[in-house]
């Protein structure tokens, strides 16, 4: 899952970035009002972190042109501005969410969980597909019963195609989600995920629809 971070604090965004990338997402981090807007646009992101009080443009003007832009992607504020007001603001403009600095990192984590799962239609942080279960909260995957070792892109691409189990997932999707804006990605690198990931799971695991992307079953046996 590809999460843009836009915070101008050097110190938080660091430590905001080391624990979520240590939870397995890919983050890119932004540090100004004109780089979010931009971003936003792009809609490469399955989450956005936005702080308020940014240099180039505000915080609250980026989010209100976003989603006046039409641009659905899930928004959470995070911001020193603790004032009822504030809130409602942000809120109003279209936030999914409102952290009030300072916050626990735990406690940052637990609301991305929570906003994902209203977004997939969830009421609990397991997925199921088949033999499989993924632990978003614990990081933990288990294919028949038994735990499996994965590394944070693979957790990261059998995320996305659990989330969407049965459909085809496009490699453009998955690229964005799992290598984020500021990594050059080479043409064979989202096979060698795959192919790692077959290894690990079984061959007929993650199944290659060709010109498309990739479909995980179901039921995968």
Avoid: C
């Avoid at 288990?142 to 195609?161: H, M, N, S, V, Y």
């Amino acid at each position: 899952m590809h999460i843009i971070l836009v915070e101008d604090d050097a110190q938080l965004g660091a430590a905001i970035q080391r624990a979520l990338e240590r939870l397995s997402y890919t983050v890119t981090w932004l540090r100004d009002g004109r780089s979010a807007s931009a971003a936003l646009a792009d809609r490469s992101a399955d989450l956005v972190l936005l702080d308020l009080g940014l240099p180039g443009r505000d915080g609250l003007e980026v989010l209100t042109t976003a989603r006046r832009d039409h641009v659905d992607t899930p928004v959470i504020v995070m911001t020193a501005r603790d004032g009822l007001e504030s809130r409602v603001k942000g809120l109003d403009a279209g936030a999914d969410d409102y952290l009030v600095k300072p916050f626990h990192l735990d406690e940052l984590a637990a609301r991305i969980r929570s906003l994902m799962r209203r977004q997939h239609g969830r009421a609990v942080n397991r997925i199921e597909a088949g033999a499989l279960t993924l632990d978003l909260a614990s990081a933990e995957v288990r294919f028949r019963d038994e735990p499996i070792e994965l590394t944070r892109r693979e957790f990261a691409l059998l995320q996305q195609l659990m989330e969407r189990a049965g459909q085809i997932v496009r490699r453009e999707h998955l690229e964005n989600s799992i290598y984020g804006l500021d990594n050059v990605v080479g043409r064979g690198a989202l096979e060698v995920l795959v192919h790692s990931l077959r290894r690990k799971l079984g061959a007929d695991t993650v199944r290659t629809v060709r010109g498309f992307g990739y479909m995980l079953p179901r039921e995968p046996q």
